[in-house]
């Protein structure tokens, strides 16, 4: 079983900046794909960002520019640098990771999530 552990959400003003980090644990043989997305209230989650083995990486259209993923691959931990945070920013944000045991069988876990809220 392997576990996800988000952290840095919290309370923000427009034009703030935000450091999510998901860190994971339990039984990884190897690390895929390591992701975020978000979801509000009455919407589908979406993803935010995504960043794969060899580092190519995958962006919403709206967080373009101003957020960032990065990856530290010997802490198994995931890292989003939000800056220029807008309201429509706001939402829930849970993490994703593709774990891969010692036969190759993938499986894609879930954080808890951790509330991004950007407000005045």
């Known amino acids: 079983q392997v576990q996800l552990v988000e952290s840095g959400g919290g309370l923000v003003q427009p034009g703030g900046s935000l450091r999510l980090s998901c860190a994971a644990s339990?039984?990884?043989?190897?690390?895929?794909?390591m992701g975020w997305y978000r979801q509000v209230p009455g919407k589908q989650r979406e993803l935010v960002a995504k960043m794969y083995n060899g580092d190519s990486t995958n962006y919403a259209d709206s967080v373009k520019g101003r957020f960032t993923i990065s990856r530290d691959n010997a802490k198994n931990t995931c890292y989003l640098q939000m800056n220029s945070l807008k309201p429509e920013d706001t939402a829930y944000y849970y993490c994703n990771a593709r774990v891969y045991d010692r036969t190759a069988i993938a499986t894609d876990y879930w954080g808890q999530g951790t509330q991004v809220t950007v407000s005045s």
């Open positions: 339990g039984s990884i043989f190897s690390m895929g794909a």
